[in-house]
């Protein structure tokens, strides 16, 4: 069986480890690499999409960072408790025309015993911003 420490139950350290390890993980903006931390049946939700699978997290994340060109990604641990973590995060990224936005929100997450994701909530909101503006450059 695979494992992805740290494992549960979380601690402050292994939690903000976890957080930590996530964020590297989405700025590689590899998403075969990313679907490796989540369950084989791993339920997700983001904004108004509800699915389920690493197949469909992998597909997710493709189309994800063909639309969002220069992502880059900050998380924070926001709380947890022995399995689960939620963080609040903000990324900025580019469209095709050249527009800049930054995108925010929270996410909480829900562990198995083997420290892969088995749910991810994720509320986010966009807001276009000038480059000017830019706080991940």
């Known amino acids: 069986m695979t494992t992805r420490p740290p494992l549960p139950p979380f601690t402050a350290e292994s939690a903000a480890l976890k957080v930590q390890m996530a964020e590297d993980g989405w700025n590689s903006r590899d998403p075969h690499k990313v679907s490796l931390a989540y369950t084989e049946d791993s339920q997700w939700r983001n904004r108004?999409?509800?699915?389920?699978?690493?197949?469909?997290?992998?597909?997710?994340?493709s189309e994800k960072w063909q639309k969002e060109q220069n992502y880059k990604l900050k998380k924070e641990l926001w709380c947890f408790d022995s399995h689960r973590i939620a963080v609040k995060f903000f990324y900025e990224w580019q469209d095709a025309e050249g527009q800049w936005y930054r995108s925010y929100g929270n996410e909480l997450w829900q562990f198995n015993d083997d420290g892969l994701m088995e749910r991810r909530e994720a509320s986010i909101n966009d807001a276009k911003i000038d480059q000017s503006e830019r706080q991940l450059g």
Request: net charge neutral; no cysteine.
């Open 48 to 61: 108004d999409l509800i699915f389920s699978g690493r197949e469909n997290i992998v597909k997710f994340l």
